[in-house]
């Protein structure tokens, strides 16, 4: 059985830092695309980073990027997502998502993703 949980959020001012964590179990296949994705109220759920498990490529949405790095610990079965600089606008919940192997087009998009984590809030005060 598939699991993932989520760690790491809180409240902080513009400006901070946090840093969430994923552990992942149950999981067979060695290749696959893992992802943060985020959802504030009333909105979509966008993704914010992925990475390879294999190779470790990552890529980040736009609005991140310079600001967020996403990273994996094979050995602990962890993923984490370093964010800086943080800002108003990055508050919302961050879930953890993993699938199998597809291009970047494909896993940069919450809906072939099948499993996922229970989230964990990231809140950010001007």
């Known amino acids: 059985q598939v699991q993932l949980v989520e760690s790491g959020g809180g409240s902080v001012q513009a400006g901070g830092s946090l840093r969430l964590s994923c552990v992942a179990s149950?999981?067979?296949?060695?290749?696959?695309?893992m992802g943060w994705f985020r959802q504030a109220p009333g909105k979509e759920r966008d993704w914010v980073a992925i990475i390879y498990t294999t190779g470790g490529w990552t890529y980040y949405a736009d609005s991140v990027k310079g600001r967020f790095t996403i990273s994996q610990d094979n050995a602990k079965n962890t993923l984490y997502l370093e964010m800086n600089s943080l800002k108003p606008e990055d508050t919302a919940m961050y879930y953890c998502?993993?699938?199998?192997?597809?291009?970047?087009?494909?896993?940069?998009?919450?809906?072939?993703?099948?499993?996922w984590g229970q989230g964990t809030q990231v809140t950010v005060s001007s």
């Open positions: 149950g999981y067979t296949a060695s290749n696959r695309c």
């Open positions: 998502a993993a699938r199998d192997f597809g291009m970047v087009a494909t896993c940069t998009r919450a809906l072939g993703y099948k499993d």
